[in-house]
């Protein structure tokens, strides 16, 4: 199976994963917007988790409630992020933003229960060193790492001064590389393995993705990213393309891509497909 049909593939069970637990509350009022917030996307963190199971020979039915908790609460920071408030977004996904399609309220209660539900799915008795995982998310999305991150990027909207290339990367390294990196190392978590190979190489791959959406923001197509564009120069914020420039800040996810892969050596063939997976990152269109 090539990389994209295994990411498709993955991308399903995952939904079908989140849909199927969401089904029994159906008739709960806000889960219609969670359901809503869930659909589509990339699902690049639960293939991360699935693919990182699968090398440490944890089964994809044991590893899928994780998949499902990373996707979960990623959907709850993009809703939370859209706000008028944080971000204030109209698009995303190619659709109207949840605050958009229902109003304010329901947004902020559809993210606050995708977030509770990512916690309620590691709790599934499948899940190896299910405490592990739990206490990494919590500080991967809170305030030492995703929160952090998006708190330091609404402060840098009022800042006297734009900030530095340094400045940008430890934003970044909450607000896009802890989740991604708690999705890389899950697999090893659950296995009880060594966990260093995957967070080097989930630290690149992070940074790499960050910069590849920055670059996205100058160059991509509104229609294929399914999100507004060109906010961050309109803004004045500073960014990796700003900084950089573009040529040279592509030159850099290109680097940072070959030290993720270099991170994998020690699982020898059994990383070829996190290896596509992180130039999947710098390649991609949305």
Known sequence: MSFTAALTAAAAAVEDHLM????ARADVPVVHAMRYALRGGKRL????VLESAAMHGVARADAMPAAAAIEALHAYS???DDLPCMDDDALRRGQPTLHVKWDEATAVLAGDALQTLAFELLCDARLGHRVELIAGLARASGA????LGQALDIAAETAARPLTLEEIITLQAGKTG?????AATAGAVMAG??????????QALGLAFQIADDVL???GDAAKAGKALHKDAAAGKATFVSLLGLDAARARATSLIEDACDALAPYGAKADTLKEAARFTIARDK
């Open 78 to 80: 993009l809703v939370h």
């Open 217 to 219: 923001d100058v160059t």
């Open 193 to 202: 393995a060594d966990t260093g190979p995957l967070s080097r190489y989930a």
């Open 45 to 48: 963190r639960g293939f991360l």
């Open 178 to 182: 802890a989740l991604i990196s708690w």
């Open 20 to 23: 199927a637990t969401l089904q």
């Open 144 to 147: 030492e790492g995703m929160v």
